[in-house]
């Protein structure tokens, strides 16, 4: 039903900033809470941000509170990642998937897309 394409990735030098956005398909857009997810070698997939619906409730995993902004348009179907004071324990591929804020856990249905590198290196 959802299809994410993410982008805005790159090679950051630590301090830097970037903005993700998730682009996305389906009818049912509005009707879910989305969020960015990212996996990193070695590591296993940490859940980074969820958006409600309505955008009115937002949830972040401590170790980017402060620095990460999560938004979303639903006009557009685009949910953004604004990423600022990266730090190399960003670097990670960011997948865009449906997700509970209160858990900052993926939907079970939710499938995984290409997703974008972020590369946050001196």
């Known amino acids: 039903q959802l299809q994410f394409v993410e982008s805005g990735g790159g090679l950051v030098q630590p301090g830097g900033s970037l903005r993700l956005s998730c682009a996305a398909s389906?009818?049912?857009?509005?009707?879910?809470?989305i969020g960015w997810f990212r996996q990193a070698p070695g590591k296993e997939r940490e859940g980074v941000s969820c958006?409600?619906?309505?955008?009115?409730?937002?949830n972040y995993a401590d170790s980017v509170k402060g620095r990460f902004t999560i938004s979303r348009d639903n006009a557009k179907k685009t949910v953004y990642l604004q990423m600022n004071n990266l730090k190399p324990e960003d670097t990670g591929v960011y997948l865009c998937?449906?997700?509970?804020?209160?858990?900052?856990?993926?939907?079970?249905?939710?499938?995984w897309g290409q997703g974008t590198q972020v590369t946050v290196s001196s």
């Open positions: 998937l449906a997700c509970t804020v209160a858990t900052l856990k993926s939907l079970p249905w939710s499938r």
């Open positions: 958006i409600s619906f309505s955008g009115a409730t937002t």
């Open positions: 389906g009818f049912t857009f509005d009707y879910y809470a």
